[in-house]
């Protein structure tokens, strides 16, 4: 694909996605960084290794299965900072 339609294809992007994709690189990010994982209050305090934006929703891995994580969740490092 070339870069000029690349770049349309992108502008056609909902706000959405483009915060999902936003947070799903900054969790991964942290990942390959530390290699220690991110936490978040998924129905309990949970650590997580990888995130995905799969069907307009943001997803995480925990090693067993991919959990639907809301927007607004707070995702922290291993020192419990919050990852912005």
């Not at 390959?32 to 934006?53: S, V």
């Amino acid at each position: 694909m070339s870069t000029s339609l690349t770049r349309r294809v992108q502008s056609y992007r909902s706000e959405k996605d483009k915060l999902i994709d936003k947070i799903v690189r900054r969790l991964n990010e942290q990942q390959r960084k530390f290699y220690a994982g991110f936490y978040a209050p998924l129905g309990g305090w949970g650590r997580y290794f990888k995130a995905r934006r799969q069907d307009g929703e943001l997803q995480v891995y925990d090693w067993e299965r991919w959990y639907d994580a809301p927007l607004d969740t707070k995702f922290c490092d291993h020192n419990g900072r919050e990852i912005t």
